[in-house]
Structures are given as C-alpha cells and as structure tokens.
C-alpha cells in the first residue's frame, strides 16, 4: 500500500495531513469474435477511485477511500488507521488490501504491467477486507512481512459469513544493499499464504471466472465486460475451508520489469441441501515481462516520469515512455468441479491459458494507456453466447484503457 | 461542460490543478389535488453533486464527479480525460454529457431556467454514457461542433445492451464577432442528431415519462416525486433502432434569456416473447423565455452574479437577482404506443401540454431559488391515483428548489 | 449539528469556504456466547463519513456529506442550507439530523460516551431526514430551540409514505450565565417531541429493534452485526399515526459526563391485507455516566484533547485521555406487539434491558477507542440462533472501536 503523490493540505507543524488522489480507468474493448453473450464489445468504466489519505500527528496514518467500479455501485474501498510504531512494526487497523499474492499487495492498480492481474489472483485473490494486521520493513527494507487476520469473505464487503482468516506475507530483496550485484538490486523473492473457514453459506453463489474483470459482484455488468470461462451451478455456495499459498519471483532494473508468482489452493465447497462439501485444488501462475523502449530505468512498479514527455504547451514533443510488455497465465481446476457437479462440463473449462501482448504509452506522469491483445484458449469449449449456445475453445480481446492517476 | 469556479488547489507552476465543486438540491413539491399516488407532495433531494476536475499538465483536463439522484444511490456521474489539442480540436474520451439536444449539452443542471429540462429532453435525452468524442470551437468561438460514438443505454451506466451510439451536434453563433447586429451578438442555432441500435433488450422495460422529474431507474423514489403520464407495460423492452434529431434556436441579451427546441425521434421498441417490433415516432418542443427583472444580462446561461447583492453581514440589503420565466412543452408520442399494446390507453396518454411560470431568485452567486408553478394536461386522463383509480386530464405543482452550487 | 474542525479552504475575503471532515469507524465486536445466527463475531465498518461544510457568503452555511453504513452502500447523509440570520433564528432546510432526541440532536456520533446510542433513540429515534426547520441559540446561549417539518420515513432516504412530522427541541443551560452555581453552569434540560402519519404502507417491514447497530435497511449485513431482538412479522408495515416525546437532563463539569433521558411514544402498525391497525405504546430510557481519568474537563460533548497526549515523535509517552464510563437502557413495548401478532412471541421480547461498561482512550484529538462490555438482558427469550433454534435471555458483547474524526 504505498501512496505517491496527490495533492496534500498539511498543517504548518506537519502533523496533520490530508491527502486527494484520483484514479479513473476507461475502457475500450472489442472482442472478436464479437457476436458474444453475455460478453459485448464497447466502453467501460473499470475503476473510479477517490483516496484521502495521510496523518493524525506523525505515526498515526490514515486512509479512506472509495470505488466505483465496472459492476456495482460506488462503495468503501479502503478505511484503515496504520499506527507507524517505527517502519519494521507497523499495525494497521480496518479495510485494506489482503497481504496475499505479490500480484495483489506488492503495487497499486495502476501501476500495472497488464490491464489487470493475471487468473488466479484475478479470480480468488482476497482483495481487500477489514482486518488487523501487523507489517513492517526488516533489515534497512530489505525484507517486507505482513501478518494478519482478517474478515474472509469474497462478496460484497461485510463479515457475514466467516470465522476469521489468517494471512502472512514475505517480500524478501536480499542484494538491495549489496556492492557485488548491482544488477540484482530490485531482485524481489517472497511468498505468501492465507487459510481460513466460511461458517455458514454466503447468500449467492460464487463469483464466476473471468479473463479480463476484477469484480466483486456477479451483475450484468460485471458479464458485459469479460469472457466467463467458468461459472457455478446455482446452488453452489462457498463453505467450509479454504487454504492457499503463493511464491513469486520479480525483478526490476535496466528498464526491465519482469514478474512471475505461482498460486495453489484448495478451496472447499457446498451444494445447497445436499451433504457434498467437495475440495477443489486449484493452481495458477503468471510469467510478465516489460521494457522500456524509450529509457525509463524504475526500483519496481511506481509513478513513471518519462525522459521525453510530451508537452506541447512547453513546446516539448517527446514521445512520453512507451514500455512493451508480454504476459502469459494459466488457471488449472481440480477434476472435482465437474465431478461434483458443481458447474456444467458442457459449458465450462477447467483450463484457460492467457497471454497478453502489448505496450503502455506513458504520455507524462499522470496519463497512461494500455494497449493490451489477450488471447484466451480454453481446455475444452467454453458457452462464449448464451443467446444462441455457441460454444469456443478461444477468444480475443483487443483491449485500450485510458488511465488518470494523480 | 463548462465548469465554473469552485475552490482549486494547483501546483506552482500551473501544470497541475484539482478543483472541488458541489451541487445540492432540495425540492419542496406540492401536487394539487394532493391526493395522488404515487405521486406524493413532500421534499425531494433531487441532486447532490461532487466534481473534481482540473488538468494533468496544461492540455490534459479531466473531470470525475458523483451524484445522488432522487431516485438512485450515490453514483458515477462523470470520469472523463479531455485531451485540448487546441480550441478548435478536442478529444474526450470516458463518461460524460453527450452532445445530442441543446437542452442537455449547452450548459449544466444549476443554470437552467425551469427547474428541470422539457418534456422530450427529459424522459429521451441521452443524459450521460460512456464515449469518444472529438468536439471543439471553430471560427473564433462562433461554431461549436462535436461528434463522437456513445455506449448507448439509457437505464444505469454500464454499456451491457448495444452497439455503439453515433451523435453529432452544431451550434452556431453567427453575429459573435459581428458589429453590424449588437442585439444579436448571442443568438444561437444549431442542431443535433444521434441514432443507435440496441441489440439485447436490457433487464428492465423503459422508464416510464415523467412531468418533472430526470431519472435512470424506475424506483419508488422516483415515481412519488413526479407525476408519471405514460408507463410502459411489463414485458415491453427497448430493442432495435433509435434515431432522433433537434433542432435549437437560443437568444441572450437584455436580460432575456430565450430558449427554443424542436425534437423528432423514432424508437424501436419489442415486447417480450413476442415478434412485435413496433417503431414508435415521438415528437416534442419546448420554448423558454426568461427575464431579470433586477438589471443583470447574461451571454449565456452562467453563473449569475447578483448587482444589488443580498449580504447583510456587509450591509447590503439588496434584492438579490430575481428572473422571471416562462416555458411551453409538448411531447407527442405515435399512435404505434397503443396499437401495439406497449401501453394502457385507459391509464396513460400519447399527448402531454406542460406550462411552467415562475421567477428565480439569486440571492447571491452561490444560491438559488426556483419557484415554478407547473400545469400538465394530458390529452386523454391520466392514472393519476393507483390506489382509488382516479385519472385525470390535468395536474398542477407548486414547486420550490432550494439549490447551493460553486 | 456543530461542526469541528478538518481542513477548511477559505477565500481571503472569509465570504466563502469549503470545509473537508472524514469519519472512520471499525469496529471489532465478540458475541458471548460465539455461536449465534445471524449475529456473528467480526469486524465491522459501522460509519465511513465524508463531510464537505462551509459558507456561501457569511449566513449561508452548507453541508454536504456521505455515509457507508455497515449494512447499507455510499449514500447522502446530510445536505442542507443553513440560513443564519443571527444566532436566536436560523432556517435549515435540506436534509438533516431530525432534533427529536438530546441523543440524537445534542452532538455527532464521534462524540458519543458509549460506541452506540440507548435503545430507544437506536431503534426510534428519527435518525436524518429532509426538512425546514427554525432554530436558534436564545438569552446568549441559555436556550437553544428547534423547530420544523420534516419528510418523515425511517427506511432509506427518500420521502414516499408519509405527510410531514412536526418536530420541536428544547434545551435550557439555565446557570450557564450565573456565577452562583459555577458547578451547574453545564447543565442542561429539556425536552423534545415528534408527531406524524404514515399514509401509505412503506414496502418493506419496519426495521427490526437492535442492541447495537444504527440502521435504515434491513440487510444480513445489519443482521450479523448485532443481537436481534424484536422483529416484525412479514406483513405488518408502519402506517398511520406515531407520536414521540422526550425529556432529557445532562450534566457536564468537573471531568464529568452524566446524561440522561426518557422517552416514550405511540406507533401505530398495521398487517397487510387486514384491517387492524394496533397502536403500539414504547416506552424507554437510558443514565449514562462517564468520568475523564486524566483530568480532562469539558462543557458538552465534544473534541477531547488529551492533557498528556501519546505522540512518541515528539517525544510525548503520556496516556492520552482515558474516560470510564457507564450505561443502563431499557425499552418496553407494549402488549399490543404480540396481542395484535405483529410479532412472534416465541422468538421476540417486549423487554429489553441493557449495560455497558467501558472506557474510551483518547491517544490524541482525533483518535480514539472505545472499549465496551455490554450486557444484554431480555424479558422473554430471544431467539439467538435462527439455524439451530437457540433462544436466550441474555447476550454479552465484547466491543471494541477505533475511530478517526477530524
């Protein structure tokens, strides 16, 4: 959860701040083919986000924010307090991102490589919820830890449905101080894990899975915008205890960033009124790798202040940072999702393989565009139109998201 | 989209700016006869806004802004990047007003004359939708063009039922720059159309149409704070073609603001299970006429700043600003809403008269009052009492809006 | 509705400015016994606020806020203008907290001894609403008064069911001004009442009577944050006439918050698809007490700044504010709830008698946390736990709340 800059009202003794950021995303999405249902080409609004953020006497730091985002209503997105005892213990008290997954806790939305995480995080990551947490930075930054215990719960935002879960998170940069491998500095080596039991069903089934949608409700907008390529019978509901872990890999430097994190969990479900509580294995991975073309050098995925802006009003007509990127991900189901009848085998896969291809355009700090080619293969053929029962075993999606972030 | 002033923090060297703007609402309503039902007399919160916008380095300007509508919850309003190549050429691209009927496009909610748009804007305009839009001022300012494609869909935000909406809009000030006809310095004509195609009918039938009130869901809320003159029946979606064009004739000067449009649209509509795709023409106008009675003269409808202020903190006991005003409205809908049972002629009309007079009252440049009196009459009774069954030829409002807007 | 502080933006002139406050609350709450239905023990989010406040030129005073409610999404909490002719006649109009109740009128929940209000004005109490009121601080301060007519309605916010209420407050310091009992110059009695009619039924039941949670909705969410006690039947909706009246005496000084309050009313009900049409006799009332351990005194409820505040970057270590504090609630409902079966009488009690006890820790002016022991006690069993059928009398909560205000 690092914050960058905004605009800031400070009081003259620094001690109590008050910081505005805004991050809005939108959309172009053409699939192809594009006679697709409920899937449809067009605009969307990903995510429009309001931050306030900043302090209560100096270690006292607070955030509260909100989000609308492509499928539901404008709604809390973050409110915590973080009580800055010294940077290795820090204790962080209410809604925040989930220390799991480097894909999820090591960087913001928009400082993404791709459009949007890659499929097992995409899918099952815990996003953010209310917990406490206890976090810091060991050894001069060199090792980041997160632990804690938080709400659960994949729907909507109240604990309603959950005992506690209990998560960890391990981020470790071992030459960041080192002399003998400058090129190694920004290596990063970690992983992470959470575990925990829903108690009593939630009141809808399961999310489906998507390839291009983050979302925490299962609306028709929330189909509209992204290819489903796995979605549950009506009566499955997620109970009973779910276990996952994450290792990653990331490296950043010479204008590369290159990121990689492997996932597997298990993760256990019900049919309403019948006694099956089957365990799903799941697992996942993602390799990403960027560069910028046009020199941009960065510790890892942050602000990006381009060499050559473009800036006609100063007569500056560079061609901003252009960062050329190329991801593949792959999500593998357990065989018991169809062998316990928990979604239909006719219409759904257990195997979606992504790989995105594209750049962003960095036009100065503030604005950046994703130009992103995914292309979807699914293990067995996927209902890709509901309306006429036309099934596929792939997809394209040619895929521009304009971003403002300040 | 011209915004005005409100509070703006920017960085020193003016590259970098966010201004906070607010709109707030409150309608007194008094239906006579009162016993009606829905409809109920009371107070209203018809709007309550927030802007944020300024720009991201000098020709990136953006806008994110939220509203309370009465009928809704808190919502994405705009969230828009504008790109200012120059006057002459800009682009737009996310969520914003689209440029079809001057009633909509030419100036926001707090400027209005009468509380609320005319009958055919309000209940077919095309409010706000996501898009990409190239608009711009040609000629010194005298013609103001835009063209742009839209995600079409009228109920909630999200683009979940068509293809892309194409819109264009001219107007034209002919003697801006000329001497020879001071008086007709802020004459504006000009025109819009925009057409689409919805290709899935979405999940609910159309908003019903309404005398005073501008709303995107069918709620409660919304059907007690304005007579409802035609309500579509259950299984009635719209699917298929839209079209619709307008033509506008606009005149500031002396203190009158005057203000014509005629509307002409066709409208697809079907009902469900049924092969019936009945096109339905619609036509409508309003014209506008308003005058300060206190001596301020406008170039076009901006914020008001009042001569003879009202400010007993500092002394001065003016009168404020005060404009008097009056509207004719029609909206007639084609035979095809009865003969292909989209609706019940016994509860609802093809032909509504709307006439408002009234005065604003500006007590200084941050607060207004609106104090209309609306009379509807409806070309065959109206179900004006769900509950006894009456229906009615005519309906009368009186009506004060209390609005705060910098 | 007295305002503190947060940042303001002022225009050099001071006519005008904008104000900005955020309230965030998170509560951790363990129920005792743990195995209750809906009720569950975890973290909640009871309030996340935004306020935006200000002037519009001297007497015109707005505010503008949202809330997110721990069963609700992102709604308007309060828009309103204040028109401050002088300090003994102001007018108010837009929505509002309604001045029925010291608990409820008297000061914001950031300032509150226990984390929630006594068990009338929780459940009863008519919460914010829109309205035109008079009101006004007489005999410079001794007498504050507020009177008005509000849109009445107690789920969601819109004005749908219902003629106006009629609301007055009073609320006398009589020695505020005399030095012959310095130590009463913070008393403070008085008394208010609320009367009004439901004309239609609303659509859903009234909300259910709670222990510890403020709600409008009826959602699992509100469900799972707190002990049920009284629920209505499916079809028993609020209509036709309530009438409520208050009387109040507080007390601070000397380190000391001593409130107190009575409150009995008559709400009539009725059962859908029947005639009958119950009036329903409430009665309740609530003593709390509190006590600064650290020396702290104040005039009212209000901001509390620590004598020796908790601020290790400047080398501070002192305890900040610690507040003891106790609680006794009671609310007794008529026989006509289950003589009428309004409700079920194997599940629900007519008497609900509840302590806390607790303190409230201060670790500077805008952080604080309350620690609350909260025993519930119940007439006739409740029923606790909906899916095994468990019924109790009593219930205890562990509470615990951080909350940031500024």
Chains 1, 2, 3 share one sequence.
Not at 11 to 29: A, I, M, W, Y
Not at 323 to 339: C, D, N, Y
């Amino acid at each position: 959860g690092r914050m960058g800059e905004g605009f800031e009202l400070v009081t003259p003794d620094r001690e109590f701040s008050l910081g505005v950021r805004v991050l809005n995303q939108v959309d172009f999405k053409d699939f192809i083919p594009n006679d697709l249902d409920p899937a449809i080409s067009g605009l969307y609004l990903p995510r429009t986000r309001f931050y306030f953020s900043g302090r209560l006497t100096r270690p006292v730091e607070y955030e509260v924010s909100f989000q609308r985002s492509v499928e539901g209503v404008l709604d809390l997105l973050d409110g915590f307090v973080n009580f800055a005892i010294d940077e290795g213990f820090q204790i962080k008290f209410g809604r925040s991102i989930v220390p799991y997954s480097f894909d999820w806790y090591d960087h913001l939305e928009p400082y993404f490589i791709t459009p949007e995480r890659s499929l097992f995080p995409l899918n099952l990551g815990l996003s953010r919820q209310a917990g406490l947490m206890a976090w810091g930075y060991l050894g001069e930054g060199r090792l980041e830890y997160a632990v804690g215990g938080f709400s659960g719960g994949s729907i909507g935002i109240a604990d309603d449905n959950t005992t506690r879960d209990a998560v960890g998170y391990l981020n470790w940069r071992p030459f960041l101080h080192t002399d003998r491998f400058p090129a190694l500095r920004f290596l990063n080596l970690g992983g992470s894990m959470a575990g925990g039991r829903s108690v009593r069903p939630e009141s809808e089934r399961p999310i489906p899975f998507r390839t291009s949608i983050q979302s925490t409700e299962n609306s028709r907008e929330a189909a509209a915008a992204s290819i489903t390529f796995f979605d549950f019978e009506e009566d499955v509901r997620q109970l009973g205890s779910r276990f996952q872990g994450a290792l990653h890999l990331a490296y950043y430097g010479g204008g590369w960033s290159i990121e990689s994190e492997v996932q597997a969990g298990r993760f256990q479900y019900a049919r309403l009124g019948t006694p099956i509580r089957p365990e799903v294995p799941v697992v996942g991975y993602h390799v990403t790798a960027a560069y910028f073309l046009t020199g941009e050098e960065i510790p890892d995925r942050t602000t990006i202040i381009p060499l050559r802006p473009f800036d006609p009003a100063h007569g500056l007509f560079g061609p901003g940072a252009v960062e050329a990127f190329a991801r593949i991900s792959q999500l593998h189901l357990g065989e018991e999702v169809f062998a316990f009848e928990l979604a239909n085998p006719a219409d759904w896969t257990r195997n979606t393989y992504l790989t995105d291809i594209g750049f962003n355009w960095y036009l100065n700090r503030f604005v950046k565009f994703y130009v992103d080619w995914q292309h979807a293969n699914f293990g067995s053929p996927v209902l890709v139109n509901e309306a006429d029962g036309t099934r596929s075993r792939h997809n394209d999606l040619f895929w521009v998201r304009c971003q403002i972030w300040f």
